[in-house]
């Protein structure tokens, strides 16, 4: 079997795979191979693919001969791919119409970000891998932004206090927000509302502020739901009153397959300090602030709302190593112990991430999504 690496388009710095994972392909009699410079931006140059037994082959040839490709994007994927099996993170809820465009083209499609999130999928899990990054720079950005200290300072020139981080939802991002600031030295705040997290939230040395009355969200497989009016009025009432004392806000909030909820009104962002900074991390689903501009900083009444959903993409070399070894855990589904392609439907990873198979689009929420 032939397995492809396409490079990725011009704005995406991260590879589906580094040269180091490689080796446990061609020890299954698979061949690897990789469009040139498709690792160019992870630091990984294509004599470090052919060391380790990767050929280069022109996006053509792999585009032709290739039995399972891997891109992360589906931007740029020309039409030849007819019939072809890829992998990639397609946001395909989004996307219903270029699913169905897949669907007729007789390829299958498996969407990484529609993995269910069971205990065992854990070691393919994307979202979470690159959530962590993306966590992690947002506060780094955000400390880059702002035009004050993190950490208190008790100097003979004065005294200068912590910053205030506010966060605004605590998923995988906003854990490692959480984490990341309080080695910075920021006090954090923090709103979610699945009360599960508060325990992680205490122990990573955050405050969890409570609003009451949050839906249950029991049934949604670890993820929130949409809220009440009730509830949502309640919590922006909270929010106000943290978010006029906070440096920073970085806003993780997301709910799978809709828009993400606006938290922030224009207000709030009026009611902070001059020189505070937002980093909107669901800036590509809407924004959890009124004014959030999706791959853009601006700056409204002196405050910078920087809405960036792809931070994890500004950190290639780690982002590209453990998507990697992610989609390494999930090829080993795919592929037997002889190095052939199989599709076993049975498991409910396969089914789970499959989104187009046969000509059909074959997972459900999709589906209803496609008139
Ligand atoms: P996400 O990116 O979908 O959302 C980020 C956070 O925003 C979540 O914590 C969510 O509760 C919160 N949120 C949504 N609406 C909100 C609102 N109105 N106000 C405040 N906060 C709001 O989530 P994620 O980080 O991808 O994952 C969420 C959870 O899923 C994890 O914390 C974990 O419990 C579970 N999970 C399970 C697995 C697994 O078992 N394999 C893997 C990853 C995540």
């Known amino acids: ?12 710095k991260r590879v589906s795979l580094l040269p180091e994972s490689l080796a446990a392909l061609i020890k299954k009699n698979v061949q690897v191979w990789i469009e040139p410079n498709a690792g160019l931006y992870a630091f990984s140059p294509d004599d470090e693919y052919s060391k380790l037994g990767g050929q280069i082959k022109s996006r053509d ?5 290739a039995n399972l490709i891997l891109s992360m994007h589906g931007d740029d994927l020309p039409g030849s791919l007819k019939s072809k ?7 395909p809820l989004f996307q219903p119409q270029l699913m169905r465009e897949w669907a007729g083209k007789m390829m299958t499609v498996f969407s990484l970000d529609m993995l269910p999130r069971t205990t065992r999928a854990q070691s393919m899990d994307v979202l979470s891998s690159q959530a962590n990054i993306a966590g992690y720079k947002a506060v780094l950005a955000a400390a880059n932004m702002l035009p004050r200290y993190f950490p208190m300072f008790i100097t003979a020139a004065g005294s200068i206090p912590p910053a205030k981080v506010l966060i605004l939802g605590a998923g995988v991002a906003g854990l490692q927000a959480i984490a990341t600031a309080r080695r910075l030295g920021a006090v954090v705040e923090v709103f979610d509302t699945r009360p599960q997290v508060k325990e992680e ?26 809220q009440s009016e009730g509830f949502q009025q309640r919590q922006k009432e909270k929010i106000a009153e943290s978010i006029a004392k906070a440096d920073i806000v970085i806003t993780t909030a997301q709910i799978p397959g809709k828009r993400a909820p606006v938290l922030v009104s224009k207000d709030m ?13 669901a800036a590509s689903t809407g924004g959890n602030t009124e004014l959030t501009e999706n791959n853009k900083t601006i700056t409204h009444e002196g405050v910078a709302i920087y809405g960036d959903s ?15 070894k992610n989609v390494l855990n999930f090829l080993q589904l795919l592929i037997d112990k002889d190095g052939n392609l199989i599709l076993p439907f049975e498991d409910e990873l396969v089914k789970g991430s499959c989104i187009t198979h046969n000509g059909e689009i074959v997972n459900e929420r999709v589906r209803q999504l496609v008139p």
């Open 1 to 12: 079997m032939i397995l492809g690496i396409l490079k990725e388009p011009s704005f995406e």
């Open 61 to 65: 040839e792999i585009i032709q001969n």
């Open 85 to 91: 099996t890829i992998i990639g993170v397609y946001q």
């Open 201 to 226: 939230v205490l122990s990573l040395g955050g405050k969890f502020i409570e609003v009451e009355g949050a839906a249950d969200a029991s049934s949604a497989g670890g993820y929130a739901v949409e």
């Open 269 to 281: 962002v009026e009611s902070m300090k001059l020189g505070s900074v937002i980093i909107d991390l």
């Open 310 to 324: 792809s931070l994890a993409a500004s950190m290639p070399v780690d982002a590209s190593k453990l998507y990697g």
